[in-house]
Nanobody
Framework: QVHTVESGGGLVQTGGSLRLSCAASGRTFSDYTMGWFRQAPGKEREFVATISRSGDSTYYPDSVKGRFTISRDNAKNTVYLQMNSLKPEDTAVYYC?????????????????WGQGTQVTVSS
């Protein structure tokens, strides 16, 4: 089992930046594809970014492509989400998740382990 804890959320103005971190513990971190998802009030949870086990492959939806960057440090058991040019519509609780699939993964059902989330609020 993998336990993940997100941090780095907060309040930022439109156009600002935040870096989220997700620290993982339990099994071998490099055995897991990692992903970030978000959920805004009254909306379904949606995919934000994914990174392969080695870190050489990433994938983003159009809504964040070019603004968000996912990365990982397997030596530190940590995955990051750098968020730039933030918009009010990026306001949500951001969740880190871990998957055993041997590829990048954009579907919630691919992920077995989830953190508790960290709030990101972008003011206009």
């Amino acid at each position: 089992q993998v336990h993940t804890v997100e941090s780095g959320g907060g309040l930022v103005q439109t156009g600002g930046s935040l870096r989220l971190s997700c620290a993982a513990s339990g099994r071998t971190f490099s055995d897991y594809t990692m992903g970030w998802f978000r959920q805004a009030p009254g909306k379904e949870r949606e995919f934000v970014a994914t990174i392969s086990r080695s870190g050489d492959s990433t994938y983003y939806p159009d809504s964040v492509k070019g603004r968000f960057t996912i990365s990982r440090d397997n030596a530190k058991n940590t995955v990051y989400l750098q968020m730039n040019s933030l918009k009010p519509e990026d306001t949500a609780v951001y969740y880190c998740a871990a998957s055993k699939v041997r590829r990048i993964a954009a579907m919630m059902n691919d992920y077995e382990y989830w953190g508790q989330g960290t709030q990101v609020t972008v003011s206009s």
